[in-house]
């Protein structure tokens, strides 16, 4: 069965900029991730963070997990917080694996992801 | 028994004495007259049963005319327990007087001793002969079981998704049964069944000339007729002419279940159905009768959870204490009778105990295989107990994406075996870790290189074994990624594959050879 592609589209919301991620992330996701980054932080200052919606992902791998290790060492060089919601518990548990969730809060709903400043 | 010892004696074994004197030196010994049980001669002696005259016998008797000529004057019988075992003649006396009544006396009682010592004597001869014998036997029953034992497969093969049993019990006169499984390319196996007529180390060595000669030949073609073709002509000159073998062979597709088969006079194959028994009928000529026979072949398909039998004539030939035949008809009935699964042989082997009497010696090698295509991985992984037994396996080809699909299929394996939820889902991300590994960096993407899975489960687990052609390299022991340092730029974003699987299996064990890496996960079938 081929996977669903990626594709990231890009929210506005008051607490934050969330981006909606659909399909599989791995290593082809990585150039349209980082656009997707760059167009939600535009215009928002350094305190606005950026929520991840994994609502719609159904299988990340490990060159997925680089790319969100890349993205995440992005946002903390700017110093902004980037954030994740709507993961599976199996991938929660990899975020926890990988200690990938110690520097990227996991929120289990979108308000809370951007409730908190 | 008796008769026998008497038969001995007459054949000359023993010499008659005469005494001294005659004919003509008083050391002088005859050859011994052979007196025949039917010779009037023998009851008149038995009936006698003491020294009497050669003058005083008035018989039509050929031996009696032969011992006359010898110049006997008096005959002695030797009687033990009602049996004429010998006669004692002698000649003239050297005083050249008639034989007293006190000789006839001493001769009488002489033979009274002397009769039942011959006899012991015979008996002991006898029975060492027969241990002899029977030693004899036995050392070629051995010599025939060893080459039959040697040569039957030692191993059942472990087919993904088949359960293969065999059964062989040899009749005390060791026949020529054999039956074998030649590993063959491409999913496939040969199946052989054959019985070669006669019994013994002839028997033996036919068989293993034929089982040699159809494993040479079947590496060479795949046609079955061929297989048969050719192992027929080779077999010709090295057969006894009085022998000769029957055989079925048959090629096996494990994925598709197909049968490519051809028969050399053998008993058909049964396929029990979910409607019914059929016969996989295929016309041909024994091996080793006739050179250049030509064998039909023909396909059938083994569909899941349908059971094939092969026998021997064993079985079918085989007796009751009334002279019944067991016949085709009570075994197809008895296969068609029974659900088709493992216990299948056993079932057989019940009715057919049943049928020739618990107690009785058994006729004939009696072999059967049955061929069993499992109904799923969960009936898979059953059968075996705690034995792993192979389940299910995939060849992918090493493009990038299709580590989803090794994923999807192991899945779908799994899920049969009871597998859901979490730990579903981290066999799914191990699975696919390992197959992009093996994808990726053994066979470096190369799409001419396969990536082979096999799935091996018992009641208590399920191993995952996944194996590229990039051997040579070592895989290393998974580190910790450093995520820090990633973070901070100092280590690269990836490295994180076998870590992963690491955590996301039960056990994880990685080898290398000088054309493979294999990767094996093994996930606990429990805590689902």
């Known amino acids: 069965m081929p996977g669903t592609p990626f594709s990231a589209a890009v929210r506005q919301e008051d607490g934050g900029s969330v981006i909606d991620l659909v399909g599989d992330i791995d290593r082809n996701a990585g150039d349209r991730l980082t656009a997707a980054y760059l167009e939600a932080v535009a215009g928002r200052d350094q305190g606005s963070p950026v929520v991840l919606s994994f609502r719609d992902v159904d299988y ?48 289990e709903t979108e308000p809370q992801a951007l409730a908190v400043t | 028994m ?44 038995l009936a006698t049963g003491g020294p009497i005259e050669v003058e005083r016998i008035n018989l039509e008797s050929p031996a009696l005319s032969e011992i006359r000529a010898q110049g006997v004057q008096l005959i002695v019988p030797l009687i033990a327990q009602g049996d004429l075992i010998g006669t004692l003649n002698l000649g003239r006396r050297l005083s050249d007087q008639p034989y007293s009544t006190d000789d006839r006396k001493l001769l009488a009682g002489l033979a009274g001793q002397v009769a039942p010592a011959i006899r012991v004597a015979q008996l002991v001869r006898q029975q060492e002969a027969e241990a002899k014998e029977r030693e004899r036997i036995d050392q070629e029953l051995r010599v025939a079981s060893l080459i039959q034992q040697t040569l039957l497969p030692k191993e059942l093969p472990r087919l993904a998704g088949w359960d293969i049993e065999a059964y062989y019990q040899s009749a005390r006169a060791v026949g020529g049964d054999f039956y074998d499984f030649i590993p063959l390319t491409d999913n496939r196996i040969g199946l052989v069944i054959g019985d070669v007529t006669d019994k013994g180390v002839p028997a ?12 040479g030949v079947a ?43 051809a028969n050399a006079g053998h008993n058909l194959p049964y396929v029990r159905t979910a409607s019914g028994v059929s016969e996989l009928r295929a016309r041909g000529m024994p091996l080793g009768l006739l050179p250049d026979m030509n064998y039909e072949v023909l396909t059938a398909r083994v569909e899941h959870g349908e059971t094939m039998l092969l026998t021997s004539d064993g079985i079918v ?10 016949g085709f008809a009570r075994l197809q009935k008895l296969v068609g009778g029974h659900e088709g699964g493992p216990d299948l042989i056993s079932a057989i082997l019940d009715e057919l105990h049943r049928f020739q009497g ?13 061929v069993r295509r499992l109904s799923s991985a969960l009936e898979s992984a059953t059968a075996f107990g705690d034995e792993l037994g ?29 597998f859901s939820g979490e730990r579903l889902q981290r066999l799914k991300t191990a699975v696919s870790e390992a197959a992009m590994n093996a994808i990726e960096h053994g066979n470096k993407g190369d799409p001419a290189l396969l990536v082979e899975i096999d799935l091996l489960a018992n009641a208590q687990k399920l191993l995952v074994r ?49 054309h493979h890496h294999v990767i094996e996960l093994e996930m606990s079938r429990g805590g689902n």
């Not at chain 1, 990899?94 to 200690?99: L, S």
């Not at chain 2, 994180?496 to 996301?504: A, Q």
């Open chain 2, 219 to 261: 590496a060479h073609t795949d046609d079955p007729g061929e297989v048969l073709f050719r192992a027929n002509n080779s077999l010709i000159p090295e057969i006894p002419p009085a022998m000769f073998v029957t055989c079925l062979y048959g090629v096996l597709n494990t994925e598709t279940g197909e049968l490519v088969y």
């Open chain 2, 466 to 514: 996944i194996r590229d052609q990039g051997g040579g390299k070592p895989i290393g022991a998974p580190v910790v990624p450093d995520i820090e340092a990633k973070l901070a730029g100092e280590q690269s974003p990836r490295g994180w594959g076998l870590f992963l699987i690491e955590r996301m299996v039960d056990a994880m064990r990685t080898s290398v050879d000088g």
């Open chain 1, 60 to 107: 990340i791998n490990s060159t997925g997990i680089a790319v969100i290790v890349t993205l995440l060492a992005k946002a903390r060089a700017e110093g902004r917080s980037l954030r994740a919601w709507g993961l599976s518990p199996h991938y929660q548990e990899i975020f926890q694996i990988t200690r990938l969730a110690d520097f990227m809060t996991l929120y």
């Open chain 2, 390 to 418: 192979a389940i299910a396996s995939f060849k992918l080809p090493s493009a990038s994406g299709n580590e989803r699909k090794a994923m999807d299929a192991v899945a779908e394996v799994a899920e049969g075996l009871g």
């Open chain 2, 358 to 370: 618990f107690d009785r010696e058994q006729e004939d090698d009696v072999t059967m295989v049955t």
């Open chain 2, 317 to 326: 030939e085989a007796h009751s204490p009334d002279g019944d035949m067991f």
């Open chain 2, 2 to 45: 008796a008769v026998k010892n008497l038969r001995r004696l007459r054949r000359g074994e023993r010499r008659q004495q005469t005494d001294s004197g005659f004919p003509s030196t008083p050391t002088d010994v005859v050859e011994a007259v052979p007196i025949d049980d039917n010779d009037p001669l023998f009851t008149f002696l």
């Open chain 2, 204 to 215: 033996a060595l036919v068989m293993a000339t034929t089982r040699t000669t159809l494993r």
